[in-house]
């Protein structure tokens, strides 16, 4: 059964091992990968520190992200305030310079927090590729215990060393409780 | 000694597993009917609040703000003082779920949800009294830059401008960081939970999160990232707070030392109003297992650390009035504040933040819940009278005597203010049964932490059988 969009070609969208610990995750992970499979994800209720390199993910899109967008904040502020105050409006305060840096820091300041916190929010949620209501993962038995105490690993029909009855092989060999093949 | 010291707890007691955290959470949302008639009690009064608070602001807003005590030169009063005080109660939250997410405060993990809630609706409240005092809050977009037919632009070397900023962006930012905390929770109530509206609902706001590990990666380091960028901010805005004063020329306002006095001030009260909320809520949905006595105990000497900067403040600032050799200055410490009318709102101040909090350094004050509930009622008086001190009675005291004028608040400005409390208090309510009031995975986190140290206090316990999802 598909819904939705994205789910266009035929067949199943991976095979699914279940594991009720975070250690076991993190064994199969790196199992996984040292077996050269690629195109997989792990989940589980809680971040698991170590498991991004266990599975050779790494990203640092979102950090760069909120660097510029601060950047970008700090630029628009401090030109808001220069031209409202020394091109378009300018008014004699106690004689003090129209273009008054220490006056104007602290909303230059405010400017950049706000738009790296932009970055980092909706940066996150962009790279994430949510929202996203659909997903063939939510198809797998049991997956709502995602959030709750049970971990997961997925390898996905898409990675090229993918092979139905190799790779569910090679996952019924990490002691996982159970594997399950979903559909797309 | 009858009672264990709390510091060899750990922070998460009896047997707990994956499962029994969702449910002690959980249950607060998914099962509505748990909720006890303390609950309806404290949502009346806060609604009747709100009511009174939409009352006085219809009549301010038909009357005008001559129904306040404001006069002229006392032309800030409650609600300057109110809207210092609302914002300063906020600050713990931040400072709670930034500041020791960086120092890896992992005990934070079972309140912080908690007070960046009270952080968001404390600002609200804050919001209020500025909007209002400007009289025309009709026209309070006025505030913001953009472009107008007017030809003019907000005037940013002005102290007030600085605060919009400040605080439209604490606002802001508070609100992003609270939301991203809730989205993998919205994820597990959604998976948990069993009525078809519940699950829609959850589901929308769950954005699709599927606890992916590449959701988690970059989650956490935008977290973090907040985390990092909060940090300053909740700095700055009460120093921001406090230059709306500092850089004035009034009598007993141009004092250097307010910006880190107010943000300690702030934390002070925070905390204090953290408490207030955490002991009664604990007990009420029997949470002691996750906030624990140790939790109190930590949280009660951060209100007494906070407490006495707060003191050294007060005692500089008296110091500076005499050592500065302004004669107005020191007059007003002579006349208003040790002397005088309001004195006795001086020397209270003194005795609630200065004299109170230091029970704290007797062990037994910070273990027995009504003694720290008492202490932080009178730490959220006394961070009232603090600004009530430093606002109108330094107006009051003007540099031509002749136009020196006393201010008495009328029934409005009490009004206003009792309203905004009981509007707090709503909101506080209706966190506590629709959202869930601690972070699953973050103590689902510590948990795992707990165990792989091998704490003996806290055995894993072999996983059940969950109810709900399906």
């Known amino acids: ?184 | 000694m009858a009672t264990t010291p709390p510091i060899n707890q750990p922070l998460i007691t009896g047997q707990q597993s994956y499962a029994t955290i969702d449910e002690s959470i959980g249950r607060l949302v998914l099962q509505q009917r748990i909720h006890p008639r303390a609950w309806w009690i404290m949502a009346t009064f806060g609604v009747l609040g709100t009511c009174l608070l939409g009352l006085s602001i219809t009549w301010l807003v038909y009357q005008g703000i001559g129904i306040w005590g404001n006069n002229i030169p006392v032309a800030w009063s409650f609600d300057i003082v109110n809207f210092v005080w609302w914002i300063g109660i906020g600050h713990a939250g931040t400072l709670i779920s930034a500041i020791l997410l960086l120092m890896r405060q992992q005990w934070r993990n079972s309140i912080n949800r908690f007070s960046e809630a009270m952080t968001i609706f404390a600002v609200m409240c804050a919001a209020i009294y500025p909007v209002l005092h400007t009289g025309r809050p009709w026209v309070s977009y006025w505030l913001f830059p953009f472009w107008n037919i007017m030809a003019v632009w907000p005037q940013f070397r002005s102290p007030l401008m600085w605060d919009v900023f400040a605080v439209s962006t604490y606002f802001t930012v508070s609100l992003l960081f609270w939301f991203m905390g809730l989205v993998p929770d919205f994820a597990n109530l959604r998976d948990r939970a069993t009525n078809k509206p519940a699950k829609v609902v959850f589901g929308l706001v769950a954005l699709g999160w599927r606890n992916s590990n590449q959701h988690w990666h970059r989650y956490e380091q935008a977290y973090l990232l907040l985390a990092g960028i909060s940090t300053p901010l909740v700095l700055s805005v009460h120093s921001i707070v406090s230059f709306d004063f500092a850089v004035s020329i009034m009598p007993g306002w141009n004092v250097s030392i307010f910006p880190p006095y107010f943000v300690a001030g702030a934390v002070f009260a925070g905390f204090a109003m953290v408490l207030t909320f955490a002991i009664p809520v604990r007990k009420m949905y029997k949470l002691e297992h996750l906030i624990t006595d140790r939790h109190i105990d930590w949280m009660s000497k951060i209100t007494m650390a906070t407490g006495l900067i707060v003191a050294y403040g007060y005692v500089l600032e008296a110091f500076f009035s005499w050592y500065g050799a302004n004669t107005f200055e020191f007059a007003l410490f002579r006349h208003i504040r040790w002397t005088g009318p309001y004195s006795w709102a001086y020397w209270m101040l003194i005795f609630c933040n200065v004299v109170a909090p230091n029970l704290f350094w007797w062990p037994y004050a910070r273990r027995n819940p009504w003694c720290v509930m008492i202490i932080c009622q009178f730490v959220s008086l006394g961070m009232w009278l603090e600004r009530f001190v430093i606002i109108p009675m330094s107006l009051m005291n003007n540099y031509l005597p002749s136009s020196n004028r006393p201010y008495y608040p009328t029934f409005w400005d009490i009004a206003m203010y009792a309203g905004t409390i009981g509007f707090f208090t709503m909101m506080m309510f209706l966190f506590i049964r629709f959202l869930p009031v601690i972070n699953f995975f973050e103590i689902k986190d510590l948990l795992y932490k707990t165990i792989k140290k091998g704490n003996p206090a806290v055995e894993p316990v072999e996983t059940v059988a969950l109810s709900g999802g399906g």
Request: hydrophobic share 40%; aromatic share 16%.
């Open chain 1, 1 to 184: 059964m598909s819904h939705g969009y994205g789910a266009s070609e035929e067949g199943p969208y991976g095979l699914v091992a279940e594991f009720t610990s975070p250690e076991a995750l993190m064994d199969a992970a790196e199992a996984a990968r040292e077996a050269g499979y690629k195109k997989m994800d792990a989940y589980s209720p809680f971040p698991i520190h170590g498991l991004s390199e266990a599975i050779g993910f790494s990203d640092k899109k979102v950090p760069w992200t909120v660097f510029f967008c601060g950047l970008c904040g700090c630029f628009i502020g401090y030109s808001l305030e220069w031209y409202t105050a020394v091109i378009d409006y300018p008014l004699n305060v106690g004689g003090k310079p129209l273009n008054s840096l220490p006056a104007f820091i602290p909303p230059a300041y405010e400017c950049t927090i706000l738009l790296a916190s932009f970055g980092a929010f909706f940066g996150m949620l962009a790279y994430n590729g949510l929202p996203k209501p659909y997903h063939s993962i939510f198809n797998t038995p049991g997956f709502q215990r995602a959030s709750q105490d049970r971990f997961f690993l997925a390898i996905e029909v898409k990675d090229p060393k993918y092979d139905a009855v190799k790779t569910r092989t090679f996952m019924e060999g990490l002691s996982p409780i159970n594997v399950s093949e979903v559909e797309a």
